[in-house]
């Protein structure tokens, strides 16, 4: 059956992700895959408002800016980025929780090889979404990456999520007591 979906080619992400790599990465978000509707969150032509980029912007950085490729630059500024555990699009209807898992960890060989790339020893990472975090967490801690969640569940920042992302995503930044 083959997959018809908006979205980019993995080259096309990686392309559009490059001009915005810190190159000293300090946290590295990793998150569950773009979305099929072709939103990317280094899309630099998007809208601020995309769920991703507005609580990346609001709940980490602390900043409103006016346009993505402005918050873009100040996310790799300060050393943050951002990859997917696959650049497949996992979000179709028509794809089971297992059929998406399995995507992932299929393409779990090319996170390592991206993580092995852009992180250096003292990058810590943080998972985003309940099946990453399920799927990654002690994987990614028996590769030796220091994983700041530590079974803690950071939800994607949709959804009705939003709040408990920002909650979530801050404590495990320790940018707020627990």
Known sequence: MSQVHHGLTPAEYLRFRERYLPPHPKIIFVLESPPKSGLYFYKPDGLVSEPL????????????????????????????????????PVNHPHLSPRERDQLILNDLPLLLDELRKC???????????????????????????AVLNQGRTVPFPSTGQQKKFREVVRQVLGLEPL
């Open 53 to 88: 980029f507005i609580a990346m912007m609001k709940d980490v950085l602390e900043i409103k800016p006016s346009t993505k490729d402005e918050g873009l630059r100040e996310f790799a500024t300060r050393g943050f980025l951002l990859l997917d555990a696959t650049y497949t």
């Open 119 to 145: 992180a250096a020893p003292d990058t810590k990472l943080v998972l985003v979404k309940a099946n990453v975090c399920r799927l990654l967490d002690s994987t990614l801690t028996g590769y030796r990456f």
